[in-house]
């Protein structure tokens, strides 16, 4: 069996040839986790719609859709970065400070 993962690290690219600002990416963040709330429902059977892929098809789909989610996110840590001055790593370090706190991970 594969040893407990304490945590996961992933790596998403910068864009090239955008230009996005704050609020389209704010935008397109809510448009891509509609996507995943989507395939989550259809393959719950929420749509109203029978089910019509297997699971592990779908949960196929709720992962590139997820993948879509954290590939919009990091845009906007980018688009806060250069166009606001904010330091990232320095609110992930307290983010991670803060769950450690709350006991949510070691």
């Known amino acids: 069996m594969e040893e407990l993962r304490r945590s996961k690290t992933v790596t998403?690219?910068?864009?090239n040839r955008l230009s996005p600002s704050l609020e389209s990416t704010a935008l397109k963040i809510m448009?891509?986790?509609g996507e995943l709330a989507q395939a989550i429902g259809k393959f719950r059977g929420l749509s109203g719609e029978r089910l019509r892929v297997e699971e592990a098809e779908a949960m196929q789909m709720?992962?590139?859709e997820l993948v879509d989610v954290a590939q919009t996110a990091v845009t906007m840590m980018f688009v806060l970065e250069e166009q606001y001055g904010i330091h990232l790593d320095e609110i992930l370090?307290?983010?991670?400070?803060?769950?450690r706190k709350k006991g949510y991970c070691d």
């Not at 370090?93 to 769950?99: C, R, Y």
């Open 93 to 99: 370090e307290e983010h991670v400070n803060k769950l």
């Open 12 to 15: 998403l690219p910068r864009l």
């Open 62 to 64: 709720v992962a590139q």
């Open 31 to 33: 448009e891509e986790s």
